[in-house]
DNA sequence: GTTGACCTTAACCTAACGGCAAGGTTTTAC
DNA sequence: GTAAAACCTTGCCGTTAGGTTAAGGTCAAC
C-alpha cells in the first residue's frame, strides 16, 4: 500500500509534520487510519486535502476560514462564492496594512534622518520624545486581527 | 496630592489600565507606590515614563526593545546610537513586509479575478486549486517576528 | 543488540494584551 | 445610611500557527 506517515506527507506538501497534527486537531482533516502501533497514515487522496490546505494558506487564509470552506464543501455548497468574499476581505486588509506600514515607514524614516539634530538631553532618549506631536497610533495587521 | 490610579494615568496617556500592568510585571516601569489598600499610584514622572513607552510603542518598537532602551538609560548610556540601530532594523523589516503584502495582493487579486474562468470541478474550490504552480509561500510579517 | 530516524501525546513558548472571575474599595445617588 | 455603580486587585484562559522540547514507543539498518 501506498498510505505515508506523517512525515512522509508533511513533505510530499511542503509542509511539517507538526502543522499536519495541527490541522487535524482543529478539524480541518477527518481523524486519519492509524497503524497497528497509532502511527497517522495518509492516503493519496488525503493529500488532495493536505495541499489544499496548504494553498488556501499561501493565499493568505486562516486555518478558521479553510476550515469553514472544507465544512461548506462538505455541505454539498460551492464555496467559490464565498471564497471570492473572502479573498475580497483579505485584499481590502492587505490594503490597510500597506498604508499602515507606508505610514510607519515615513515616521520612522523622519525620525531617524533627524537624529543627529536632536541633541541628547531628553529624559530618556530624545529621538524617541522630540519628535512633535505623536501621529495617531498605527496599529499593526496582527493586532487588527485579535480584536476588532 | 495628583497621584493617579492605574485608570486615571491610562487615560493620561492614552493607553489601558491592561497595558500599564502588563509593562509593569514585564518591568518596563518599576513598581510603583501603593494606597494603603494596594491601589497603585503613578505620579507625574511616572506618568513620563509611560508616555515614552507609548511613544515608543507608537514607533513600532516591541516592550523587550523599549525594555532594553530604558535598561540602557538605567545604567546611564545614552541609548540614542542603539535606538537609531533599531529604528533601522525595523525600516528594513517593513520593506520586507511591503514587498511581501505587494505580491501577495497581486496574486489575490489575480486569482480573484479570474475566479469566473474557472468552472466549478475542482475537488474543493476551483479558485484555490486551479491557479498553475503554487509560488513561493509568502510568510507574513507576525511570522518573522516569532521564529527566524 | 544497539544506534538513529521516525512516530506518539502533552506541554510550554512566542506578542500584547482582552475578557472574565472573584473579591475588595471608593464614589455616587437616593 | 446604604446600595449600586464604578473602580481596583490578582490570576487564568484565549487569540495565530505552529516550533521546540520532553518522555517514551517503533522500525530499519548495521
Redesign the pocket.
Known amino acids: 500500500m501506498n498510505a505515508l506517515?506523517?512525515?512522509?506527507a508533511?513533505a510530499a506538501i511542503g509542509?511539517?509534520?507538526?502543522?499536519i497534527?495541527?490541522?487535524q486537531a482543529k478539524g480541518l482533516i477527518p481523524a486519519s487510519d492509524r497503524?497497528?502501533?497509532?502511527?497517522?497514515l495518509f492516503t493519496e487522496s488525503d493529500l488532495d486535502r493536505l495541499r489544499f490546505i496548504r494553498q488556501a494558506?499561501d493565499l493568505g487564509l486562516?486555518?478558521?476560514e479553510i476550515k469553514r470552506i472544507l465544512d461548506l464543501r462538505q455541505e454539498g455548497a460551492t464555496p467559490c462564492p464565498q471564497v471570492v468574499t473572502l479573498l475580497e476581505a483579505h485584499i481590502a486588509a492587505i490594503d490597510r496594512a500597506l498604508a499602515d506600514l507606508h505610514r510607519l515607514r515615513a515616521t520612522l524614516t523622519g525620525v531617524r534622518d533627524h537624529a543627529d539634530e536632536l541633541a541628547g538631553d531628553g529624559v530618556i532618549c530624545a529621538i524617541i520624545e522630540r519628535r512633535g506631536a505623536c501621529p495617531p497610533a498605527v496599529r499593526h495587521e496582527?493586532?487588527r486581527?485579535?480584536?476588532g
Chains 1, 2 share one sequence.
Open positions: 506517515k506523517v512525515g512522509e508533511a509542509s511539517s509534520a507538526r502543522a497534527r495541527l490541522w497503524s497497528e502501533v497509532g502511527y497517522r494558506k486562516t486555518l478558521g496582527r493586532d486581527a485579535n480584536q
